[in-house]
């Protein structure tokens, strides 16, 4: 079992930068990729962007891309999500999981969700 905790959240003016941290611990097995979800109220959650296990391949979401980053540290076995030019449509709880199975819907491939880190961005 592998637990997650991420960290990095606040509160930010539009334009700002905040840097997400994903920690893991415990068990690794069937991992594929980590990602960062994010989750408005009253909308679904969305990936907003993933690295392989391996490290050798990122995706970003359309909303992501130009403005934020994710890289991993497997010295410390943690996953951050860099974020610039955050901007007003960016607030949400953003989570880190793991991506254990290949198959099925993007959402239903992920496990072991953390308790999520607030983002806010003021105007």
């Known amino acids: 079992q592998v637990q997650l905790v991420e960290s990095g959240g606040g509160l930010v003016q539009a334009g700002g930068s905040l840097r997400l941290s994903c920690a893991a611990s415990?068990?690794?097995?069937?991992?594929?990729?980590m990602g960062w979800f994010r989750q408005a109220p009253g909308k679904e959650r969305e990936l907003v962007s993933a690295?392989?296990?391996?490290?050798?391949?990122?995706y970003y979401a359309d909303s992501a891309k130009g403005r934020f980053t994710i890289s991993r540290d497997s010295a410390k076995n943690t996953v951050y999500l860099q974020m610039n030019s955050l901007k007003p449509e960016d607030p949400a709880v953003y989570y880190c999981?793991?991506?254990?199975?290949?198959?099925?819907?993007?959402?239903?491939?992920?496990?072991?969700w953390g308790q999520g880190t607030q983002v806010t961005v003021s105007s």
């Open positions: 999981a793991v991506q254990t199975k290949l198959s099925g819907t993007i959402r239903a491939n992920y496990d072991n």
């Open positions: 415990g068990r690794t097995f069937r991992t594929y990729a």
């Open positions: 690295v392989s296990w391996s490290g050798s391949s990122t």
